[in-house]
């Protein structure tokens, strides 16, 4: 069954580096999104991007943040300069269609920021 | 803004037990809704979802869940856990008028001894 991957899964960086988060979407889907969870709170929601181009993002998703599509394959999430409160578990997910149909989204394995 | 939440924070029941998990939304218009799980050292995976139709939704593994939009609830229900269910729970709601993020509730931490 197709997955949706992440890499790295750990990723340790210092305050103010930046770093970049990697997720290989199913193949056939064209919704993908990011998610993260600070330890001891919700899933929350950050960007959705569709045909190459951002589509809904939330009030956490600042000028720090951006997310492309370098490849056919893989999502990327970057955030530039650090912060401590940036230390979460990051989710990719992908979706085969979005606004337009009621849609479910398949999450990746995760990758865990933190930032020190 | 809508938002969830699941009553439980944790819950420990022996194996054979039944289970059932909260889950309330806020947001009048119409929603799809969803409960996702988190075995350890994995990753989210859907147990079952609600779009339309029969409110009373069946998933993997023996779960089902009861949409009563009266009460903006979307309980999950499985009449006889099993050791290997031990796991997080998360609901989460689509509002449609609002794009396609999920918005998910605190999750619950469902612990099955055996």
Redesign the interface.
């Known amino acids: 069954e197709p997955e ?1 991957t992440q890499t790295p899964s750990h990723q340790v960086t210092q305050m103010g580096q930046e770093v970049i988060l990697r997720c290989v979407p199913i193949s056939n889907h064209l ?1 993908f ?1 990011w ?1 993260r969870q600070i330890l001891g ?5 950050l960007v ?1 991007f569709y045909n190459n181009e951002i ?2 993002k ?1 009030e956490i998703f600042d000028d720090q943040f951006s997310v492309e599509r370098p490849d056919g394959s893989n999502f990327t999430l970057k955030i530039r300069s650090t912060k401590l409160e940036d230390s979460a578990m990051y ?1 990719c997910a992908s ?1 085969e269609a ?2 337009l149909v ?9 990758t865990r920021l933190l930032v020190l | 803004a809508q938002s969830v939440s699941q009553h439980n924070h944790h819950v420990i029941l022996s194996e054979a037990a039944s289970l059932e998990l909260g889950c309330n939304y806020s947001y009048g218009g119409t929603v799809n809704l969803f409960w996702y799980v988190q075995y350890p050292g994995q990753h989210l995976q859907l147990l079952l979802k609600y779009f339309s139709g029969d409110p009373l939704v069946k998933g993997i593994k023996g779960f089902e869940a009861e949409f009563i939009k009266s009460k903006f609830s979307f309980n999950l229900r499985k009449p006889s856990v099993q050791w290997s269910d031990t796991a997080e729970y998360f609901c989460a709601v689509n509002a449609k008028a609002a794009g396609n993020k999920l918005t998910f509730g605190g999750g619950t931490r469902v612990l099955v001894k055996p």
């Open positions: 949706v919704y999104y998610y709170q919700k899933v929350e929601f959705s589509s809904e939330s989710f979706s979005g606004r009621a849609e479910t989204q398949y999450f990746g394995p995760g």
